[in-house]
């Protein structure tokens, strides 16, 4: 028992912090009143009138009329999808007011396991940001379809449950539920066993039976709901709704939109971002921005505030430890301004001042990043402008193919169909028909698998672009106009240790390193945005309309989201999760 804390609730100790002239956004009663917050140490001792914890040497903050809610919380997010080091990462987020988040560290678990987790977990024990572990439920995502270095069974994952950051299984894929894999029903199962653990599904297209059935087997939470009508179903059926709102996928307004006219009940439900940009965090923030836009879509103050703190620790269990302004939650606090122009002015995460009427006083060091986090990427045979090519059946001159379209608004593909020529017995792309080359390339030195397919939706002109990035396998994905520049690209990348390039002519045009993981910078937020910037802007001028082009690349090769992707084992028909050929049959 901190006997500290309880002597400043009851006045017998001053305060270290207290938050006073403000006004009170209560998420357990959704009022807004005037009052202000008393802290010990890292924790609430007091909230309403607290000037009897005044003491001569408690710094005092005035709110200046401002509005005083709990810190945010996002209960589904990949920072690695931000290209950041955890560290760069903390700095970011908590400068807008995200305080915890709920992570499964997925990205990092696929290329080093659970040994690089507990490391970056180790690294980020050095910021002021909390993070709650939510284990992979598998790694890799899509068994017997991708290659990664990583990999969980059943006896790790029992293993990282028993940390005492873990909060339950992440990223849960309904068909492996509706298919019974046996070892993630048993790691399912046994997680609901142990106390406040969750499963957290990963649901795309469940509904009736299908949504019935993981919900059945456990699953409490769903982010991956794309309208109103998957919303609402969830809702009504005692799932936890993580409404999705970042930078690959923006589902919010749909779902809002459904919620309000059919006047569902909001409690179960949170704002998530899932994937967030580097360019997009900072240039319009976090939970935040996800906030600014639930309260243009009609969405009342308090509630939105519950959104983004306390449903989602209770998502979780945890709304006795975060989530709200009440005595013995630990001391998350945001100084905002109103629902008319909403910003936030200041900060505290855990007790201890972040930013001060919009002047940040933190800057974390660079961490000394564990071995098992460098040097990554290897190739098992060299890669020539010949690994990349789809050979005809003897004697064809022309050719139908399949060509995956990435949607220009979220990185989900769909399918058509295209004739191309045939040149030498290697199938031709063709710009004009939109139809780029798009591989694979495992990069763990295990196989040397290269998996090859037809994209389209990106509209690139000419040259290649590559990344390191790859969701959910990492190995390094590749699309261009030809296999020159193709090879090129990737020779580059295991070269630098991972990363994102440009290449054209035979000429690479722009680059970014990421030598943590192959997925990760130690430059902070600001500096890699303006990197990625300058990236995005010459994709742009080779005739790429998308405006994140290289996050919606790595969601190419996901192998769990509809309907077509590319991986290092081949061209992948994600329905039926089969590697079917990209040549449907010859034309001529």
Known sequence: MDKKLLDVAAGRTPADIVVKNGKIVNVYTKEIYEGGVAVSGN??????????TIGENTKVIDAGGNYITPGFIDGHIHPESTSLAIRSFAELVLKHGTT????????????????????????????????????????????????SGGHFNGEIIQKALQREDAVGLSEIVGPYVLSGFPDLLESMEKANKMPGKTCQGHLPDMMGPALNTCLAAGVTTDHESLNGEEAAARLRNGCHLMIREGSAAQNLADCLKTILEQKLDTSRVSIVTDDLHTVDAVDNGHLDEAVRRALKAGVDFPTVIQMVSLNAARAFHLDDEIGGLAPGRRADINITTGEEDFRVLSVIAGGKEIVDNGRCLISY???????????????????TPESFRIEAPEGAKKVKVKVMDTLPWIPITQGREAELPVVNGVVQCDVEQDVLYIAQVERYGVNGNVGKAFMGGFHLKEGAIASSV????????????NFEDMAIAVNHLIEIGGGQNIVKNGEILEEISYPICGLLSDLSGEELADEKRKLNGIIHELGSPITIPFMFLSFICLAAIPMYAVTDVGFIDVINQEVISPIIEVTE
């Open 365 to 383: 060091p660079k961490a000394e990043h564990a071995p098992c986090l460098l040097n990554t990427t290897k190739l098992k045979n060299p890669i």
């Open 100 to 147: 915890a988040v709920m992570t499964d560290l997925h990205e990092v678990g696929v290329v080093g396991g659970l040994e690089a987790i507990e490391a970056v977990l180790k690294e980020a024990e050095e910021t002021d940001l909390k993070l709650y572990f939510v284990v992979p439920s598998h790694v890799p995502f899509a068994p017997n379809l991708e290659t």
């Open 43 to 52: 924790t609430i001792a007091a909230v309403g009138d607290v000037d009897y």
């Open 470 to 481: 790859g969701h959910d396998n990492h190995n390094i994905i590749v699309m261009g106009t």
